[in-house]
Structures are given as C-alpha cells and as structure tokens.
T-cell receptor, first 113, second 111 residues
C-alpha cells in the first residue's frame, strides 16, 4: 500500500539555525498539505498545494517559514531561523484531489534547543 | 471562529465496553467528517469518515453518526480492546475548504 514518505524522522537543532523537511506524497496525489502538531493538540494546517501552486498559506509564518513544491510532486518545508517555539511534529499529508481523504506521513519531530 | 470542539479529552473504559467521542463544528456548510487514530509517535491514520449525505456509517466495531441540524458527529467503538488505546481526532472541512481538527481524545482501554 502506497504511503506518504517524510524525512528526516527526527531533527534536533539550535535556535537561529535553518532546518528543512522533505515530503514525498502518494503517487498521483495532486494535493499536498503541511501540518504542525504541537504535543497534546490536533494538527494545524500550515500550507496547502494543488500541484505546484500554493492554495492556502494563511497560517504559515512567512517571516521564517517557506514551502515549495516545484514540480508538483515532492515538497520541502523550511524554517529559517528556527525558534524554541517551533518545536513540534511536522506532518505532511496528501490527497487525490482537494476535499478528498487525506493520508498522513510519519512526520518529522523537531526539537529546537 | 471556525473550529471543531471535541470531548472528552480523556476517556478510560474497561475492555469490552463501548467508547463514545463527540465533536461539534461551527460551519453549517461542512460536508466531510473524518476520524483519525494516532498511536504514540506514529502518523494519524484514517479509521472512518462520513459525508453529509448520510447520517450513519459503520465498519465492524467502529461507527460514526452525524447530526447536521445540531452540527455534531460522534465516534462509537464497541467491544473495545487494548489495541484501541490511542489518541483519536475528529475533523471537519470548514469554510475555505480547510480540514480543521479537534484537540483529540486520549482513549485508554483497561484490560
């Protein structure tokens, strides 16, 4: 069964450093999402792509976060500079189309020291 | 604002008993309501979902009911087993076609 892939699984960094996370969605899924999940809470959408275009980045802190999906397949989420409050699980999900079932990757757990 | 409220935040049941988790949503136009199970350190996994054109859906020991008038939906797990212990999240597509999650329910099944 096809799954969403993410790497790295864990990342420890110091504040003010740059970090990057990678996501490979299920083959053929046009819509890709990046979520942030703080311990004890539900996932919160950071950015949504339809193919290579951003359709919603209203909750993305654009002064330090950026996301791209250049060829409409895999995607990268970057944080620069990282802050202590960025420590969380970063989840990628994909769906065949918008408003269809979303399938999640294993996540990248980020710890900022 | 747009939100999904979920309760209880923790639920402890005896093995074999039933568990019910309830969610309410704010947008009457919402039409899709998935439930995810997340085990410690693992990805959220879809366990069941329902669309607004039906009132109930069942899959073995799991069922979801939807009351569009009252804007609430519930997850029912019967004959609970220790492996059902996890965090359960409800979600709803709200205005802007964004999937909004509840805060989660920690379910503990005691054997």
């Amino acid at each position: 069964e096809a799954e969403v892939a993410q790497s790295p699984r864990y990342k420890i960094t110091e504040k003010s450093q740059a970090v990057a996370f990678w996501c490979d969605p299920i083959s053929g899924h046009a819509t890709l999402y990046w979520y942030r999940q703080i311990l004890g809470q539900g996932p919160e959408l950071l950015v949504q792509f339809q193919d290579e275009s951003v359709v919603d980045d209203s909750q993305l802190p654009k002064d330090r976060f950026s996301a791209e999906r250049l060829k409409g397949v895999d995607s990268t989420l970057k944080i620069q500079p990282a802050e202590l409050g960025d420590s969380a699980m970063y989840l990628c999900a994909s769906s065949l189309m918008d408003q269809e079932t979303q399938y999640f990757g294993p996540g990248t757990r980020l710890l900022v020291l | 604002g747009e939100n999904v409220e979920q309760h209880p935040s923790t639920l402890s049941v005896q093995e074999g008993d039933s568990a019910v988790i309830k969610c309410t949503y704010s947008d009457s136009a919402s039409n899709y309501f998935p439930w995810y199970k997340q085990e410690l350190g693992k990805r959220p996994q879809l366990i069941i979902d329902i669309r607004s054109n039906v009132g109930e859906k069942k899959d073995q020991r799991i069922a979801v009911t939807l009351n569009k008038t009252a804007k609430h939906f519930s997850l029912h797990i019967t004959e609970t087993q220790p492996e059902d212990s996890a965090v359960y999240f409800c979600a709803a597509f709200l205005r802007g076609n964004k999937l909004v999650f509840g805060a989660g329910t920690i379910l503990r099944v005691k054997s």
